[in-house]
């Protein structure tokens, strides 16, 4: 099968973003209380919803009343958010330019991300400049892992999903990209990524 175009996942793929940049000082270095709060208080699903097009300051508000208890650190998720952006994943920005680079291929993001702090983003890294277009999540009102995201990307940038190869670190929403018949890969390093393209005829020099 020919492919001809490339879709990357943006965190946990070429960034990295943790709230334990934040939160681990703040819980002087208590792991187990920090868990706690990020599994229980702000919470990946709380974040998720974000991700999706919620307004953060609502956001915000709505989980101090629920737990106001702990208002100081909920107000640091997202005031603090900039220091939860990490460093960019060196060896698969390789992969990324070498699929730039390529002719052949169409290179696209697919990002579950806050339409309110992606601008950050964009101005802390400069290569993602390099993609032809990239679609987040909270611009559209709607995230990865429903089908909904998944075809909008297709029909706006003319994708044939046959022809496309989908990368994410989250395998929930590698499924989903399969089930619209979209090649999906997991990513789990760079140089697994780079065996997997080459696998699929994209040819990746490996970066590790």
Not at 35 to 48: A, G, I, K, P, R
Not at 59 to 67: G, H, I, N, P
Not at 96 to 123: C, H, M, R
């Amino acid at each position: 099968m020919s492919y001809n175009t490339i879709i990357f996942d943006l965190g946990g793929v070429l960034v990295d973003w943790n709230p334990e940049y934040v939160f681990l000082k703040e819980f002087r270095g208590d792991r187990e209380k920090m868990n706690w709060f990020l599994n229980t208080v702000c919470s990946w699903d709380w974040n998720e919803n974000q991700d999706a097009g919620y307004p953060l300051t609502q956001a915000t508000e709505d989980k101090v009343k629920e737990f106001p208890e702990y208002e100081d650190l909920i107000r640091m998720y997202y005031g603090r958010w900039e220091e939860m952006l990490g460093y960019t994943h060196e060896n698969t920005l390789a992969i990324l330019k070498q699929t730039i680079d390529d002719p052949n291929l169409n290179v696209y993001a697919l990002t579950n991300w806050s339409g309110e702090t992606f601008p950050k983003a964009i101005a802390k890294f400069e290569w993602l400049q390099w993609f032809e277009g990239i679609l987040v999540s909270g611009d559209e009102k709607m995230r990865k892992p429903f089908p909904e995201i998944y075809e909008l990307i297709l029909s706006r940038y003319d994708i044939n999903p046959s022809e496309a190869i989908f990368i994410d670190d989250n395998q929930r929403n590698v499924a989903a990209a399969e089930a619209i018949g979209i090649t999906a890969l997991h990513f789990t390093s760079a140089a697994q990524l780079s065996k997997d393209l080459n696998t699929l005829g994209i040819a990746i020099t490996s970066t590790s």
